[in-house]
């Protein structure tokens, strides 16, 4: 090949041993640099692509892709079964489900706790989201049963063990505007439960807020007709929601409107963003240290090695070699640092989210550790990056090599 012999230079003068032990110092400490940079940037965004993806998860496995919702706050959706049959037909939406959400007041044992209640569909529910299938005690039979009595309801972990409703425990729910309108406002209804599932997300939010019912249960509680206030749709493509929530807004009546799951956390994902180009920057200035050190590494070596450099030249190597030797020799440091950076990187990535090394509060973070979540495209666009400075840095050497005068150099030989 026509770089062979500018590549064997590069390497030789990278690995033999010189007199000039600084700048041996030097190549190391660049290709550290080097390292930590790679190493750190892979680390850094597992670290943003873990929480993104984890919250992406949890939440979705809560809240719908597309949500149906009465424009007017407060009215409900008449006719929902029909209106779920004809969304079901709209191109990309692959399920639906009805709800009728409420806030609840739950007195258990223990301590009386505020949630979320949610009347449910079972079997619309388990194609729209998996909150319910990770069931760590009961099950939902009582739920399909409409002649429970009590009705069940399915709670959270962490609700359990704040509250003491332990399974199959008799709990009552305080509804406070499903009662009479008293001269002082709505009089609240007290309705028993019976606890007939247990469930666990991981995600801190939703194992300590939401609980679970029957549609029809949640009606006869708050004393209402057969209506939802919600129509949940999964959708194909999740980027695709907001385009789809326009061809969903045609198929229904106009006393209805769309919210995409997009719209309902534009501040959380805006942030996540964020914090991603924020990471990308500060962490690539690691890159830009080793870079430094690459250029002083070379400009010594050009002036250490003027004399190799002009028998080099007085035996026929062109110019355009002697730049070439000076490049290779910080892409070679850009290569190895990159891939003691990955190696480095990936793996603690890999055992830092195996065992969890990370611990977090849930009631903080709503998640119990740091996920840790790499991606290929990732550690090909980062090596990319670091040897592209690192073969920035050569630019100025590599030019002052070839400005060597064999004859000046070599006279007093």
Not at 47 to 58: A, D, I, P
Not at 330 to 352: D, E, R
Request: overall charge neutral; aromatic content about 8%.
């Amino acid at each position: 090949m026509k770089s062979s012999f500018e590549l064997f230079i590069a390497e030789r003068y990278l690995r033999a041993r010189r007199k000039e032990t600084v700048i041996s110092f030097i190549t190391v400490i660049s290709v550290l640099g080097v390292a930590a940079g790679v190493m750190a940037l892979v680390i850094a965004l597992a670290v943003t692509n873990g929480f993104r993806n984890t919250l992406e998860r949890n939440l979705l496995g809560v809240m719908p892709h597309i949500s149906v919702v009465p424009k007017v706050p407060g009215e409900g959706i008449a006719n929902w079964r029909e209106a779920m049959a004809r969304l079901r037909k709209v191109p990309h939406v692959t399920a639906a489900s009805a709800a009728l959400f409420s806030p609840v007041f739950l007195v258990g044992a223990l301590q009386s706790k505020g949630a979320y209640l949610k009347g449910i569909d079972v079997n619309s529910e388990l194609a729209i989201g998996d909150t319910l299938t990770h069931l760590k005690a009961g099950s939902l039979d009582l739920l399909r049963d409409p002649n429970a009595r009590p009705p069940g309801i399915v709670l959270g972990s962490r609700m359990v063990e704040d509250t003491g409703m332990t399974l199959n425990s008799r709990v009552t729910a305080v509804f406070p505007e499903g009662g009479e309108l008293t001269p002082f406002g709505p009089k609240p209804t007290f309705r028993p439960f019976r606890v007939a599932g247990i469930f666990e997300t991981g995600f801190f939010e939703i194992d300590d807020g939401y609980v679970f019912t029957s549609i029809a249960a949640a009606q006869r509680m708050l004393g209402i007709e057969d209506v939802v206030n919600m129509i949940e749709l999964k959708v194909d493509d999740l980027d695709r929601a907001p385009e789809i929530a326009k061809e969903v807004e045609r198929a229904i009546d106009q006393r209805y409107t769309t919210t995409t799951w997009q719209e309902q956390n534009r501040q959380l994902l805006n942030a996540l963003r964020m914090e991603r180009i924020v990471t990308i920057i500060t962490i690539g200035l690691i890159e830009l240290v080793a870079a430094l050190n690459i250029l002083i590494t070379l400009v010594m070596m050009v002036m250490e090695k003027y004399r190799d450099i002009a028998v080099l030249m007085s035996m026929g190597a062109r110019r355009n070699q002697i730049r070439r030797i000076f490049m290779f020799q910080g892409v070679l440091i850009g290569v190895v640092g990159s891939a003691i950076g990955l190696a480095l990187g990936y793996t603690l990535c890999h055992f830092a989210d195996k065992y969890r090394w990370l611990r977090l509060e849930e009631q903080v973070y709503s998640m119990s550790f740091v996920p840790f979540e790499t991606r290929w495209v990732d550690g090909v666009w980062i090596a990319a990056a670091a040897i592209l400075v690192s073969f920035l840095a050569t630019l100025y050497p590599a030019r002052n090599a070839t400005r060597i005068a064999p004859a000046e150099v070599l006279r007093y030989e």
